[in-house]
């Protein structure tokens, strides 16, 4: 997931083989229902509303492309930014529609639309419970609060400005608030009283939040830009934050620029930075190595196999491609997606 990766299209468009199988060349139908597979949210072009909605099928290793609007006969709308899957349904949120997409997962049918309303620019979900929803506002001050029952947005909660990435832990949830590279804080959220109940200072441009399984919460800070002299540029760190104490209580020197990080369940982080992705253990908050060379727009962990995808969005206007590796570094597999492929969502058994 690339949490700021709104941003960055923006900026791009104004100015191993084992047991996985060579993927079957991508396919603009209706899928095949399956129980495990990858979505990759493609952004699109901003201004052209063509987003969409790729899906690996991990069953028969076909790919199909356009998956939103073969099934539903309409397109997903003007960037998609994220996919959050819960309870058996995904939901696609869309940065320029000001709107979230829900599809039933073993279908893909759209189930509703979740208007986040005028001025809104929604940037990536978390859940509170089975039916609240914390939606990040990317152009705002605030989280939205949605109902996913009614299918409603019930109330905003005040956080910093340029909220980016969520994530939740211990009955909280922590708000990057990226300030689009002036920010330096985390906000923290009440699950329970849906109110902001502290702030956490990090270092600069914190963005992507993700929590590890022994329970910390890493958020990683981009680093600030320069853009008159790059030498002045601040380097990207992962700070580590103990939810117990909502203190930080370690960080991890990156370099260069970094967005976000995917997390294994054995604890092993993937960061795309500048020029390469990196390994981190997040069990003893190290930098270990680099896994990749190159540069990747987005990064995920498929759950069951532990295998990393790195997406590749080439020039940001011709589709992109995903690479698959197995936790050693070997490639397994790459395909075609659509235009800026920007994150992804892993469907398990366990949706079911």
């Not at 922590?174 to 009440?190: H, K, L, P, R």
């Not at 009283?193 to 702030?199: E, K, P, R, S, Y």
């Not at 970094?258 to 069990?283: E, F, H, K, L, P």
């Not at 727009?297 to 997406?311: F, I, M, R």
């Amino acid at each position: 997931m690339n949490t700021p990766g709104c941003a960055a299209s923006l900026f791009i468009a104004c100015v191993f083989t084992g047991c996985v199988k060579d993927p079957v060349s991508a396919l603009k139908e209706v899928p095949v229902p399956s129980s495990r597979g990858v979505y990759v949210v493609d952004q699109g072009t901003f201004g052209r509303g063509n987003a969409s909605l790729s899906y690996y099928d991990l069953s028969t290793f076909r790919v199909y492309n356009d998956v939103f609007a073969a099934v539903n006969g309409k397109n997903v709308g003007d960037v998609a930014q994220s996919m959050t899957i819960r309870g058996g349904a995904g939901y696609v949120v869309v940065n320029n529609s000001a709107k979230i997409e829900v599809i039933d997962i073993a279908s893909n049918e759209n189930t509703g639309t979740i208007a986040t309303g005028p001025g809104t620019s929604p940037g990536v979900m978390a859940f509170a419970n089975d039916s609240v929803a914390l939606v990040t506002d990317l152009y705002g001050t605030a989280l939205i609060v949605v109902n996913v029952r009614t299918k409603l947005v019930t109330g905003a909660i005040p956080v910093g400005a340029n909220p980016a990435g969520i994530a939740v832990a211990g009955g909280k949830a922590y708000v990057a608030n990226s300030g689009f590279g002036s920010g330096n804080t985390v906000s923290v959220v009440s699950l329970q009283g849906l109110a902001t109940v502290g702030t956490i200072t990090v270092t600069d441009n914190p963005n992507g939040v993700e929590v590890t399984p022994s329970g910390a919460v890493y958020v990683v800070c981009t680093g600030a830009y320069n853009f008159t002299d790059p030498s002045l540029d601040t380097p990207a760190r992962i700070m580590v934050i103990d939810p117990a104490r909502d203190a930080v209580v370690d960080s991890v020197y990156i370099g260069g620029h970094a967005t976000d990080i995917a997390i294994g369940a054995d604890g092993i982080g993937y960061i795309a930075g500048t020029s390469a992705v990196y390994r981190v253990d997040t069990r003893a908050h190290v930098l270990t190595g680099t896994f990749r060379t190159g540069s990747f727009y987005a990064t995920g962990v498929e759950p069951s196999s532990g295998d990393v995808y790195l997406a590749d969005a080439g020039n940001f206007v011709a589709p992109g491609t995903v690479y698959v590796y197995a936790p050693n570094g070997q490639q397994r597999t790459s395909f075609t997606v659509g235009i800026i492929p920007a994150g992804f969502a892993f469907k398990t058994n366990s949706e079911f």
